[in-house]
């Protein structure tokens, strides 16, 4: 199973970006989907997470005022619409995929992951 990260480049600080997470129909009508990012030399670590049928989502403290997660069910995607970008954001952002009951922060509670999308926020 692969699932699809997008969206990532440059950005200034202040500014915006959405990533989109592209999964198989069956992986995306089933699992939770969350956003995980990792920066250079610390370790992988949870943003968002979205219940399989969208009806809860779950967003880390340290980003919960600017970052908004949401599915678009037409296109098979899980966005994450970031806003108000500042340079600590600058890392590479996974999506995962997992099934079961409630939510999930840690990476090992994720089944399937995407390869990854780079984002790089300029002060």
């Known amino acids: 199973v692969q699932l699809q990260a997008s969206g990532g480049g440059l950005a200034q600080a202040g500014g915006s970006l959405r990533l989109s997470c592209a999964a198989p129909q069956r992986i995306f009508m089933s699992h939770h989907i969350g956003w995980f990012r990792q ?66 922060t840690q990476p090992y509670d994720y089944d399937y992951w995407g390869q990854g999308t780079l984002v790089t926020v300029s002060s």
């Open 39 to 104: 920066a250079p030399g610390k370790e992988r670590e949870f943003v968002a997470a979205i219940s399989w049928n969208g009806t809860n989502t779950y967003v880390a403290d340290s980003v919960k005022s600017r970052f908004t997660i949401s599915r678009d069910v037409a296109k098979i995607t899980v966005n994450l619409q970031m806003s108000s970008l500042e340079p600590e954001d600058t890392a590479v952002y996974y999506c995962a995929a997992r099934y079961g009951s409630g939510y999930a």
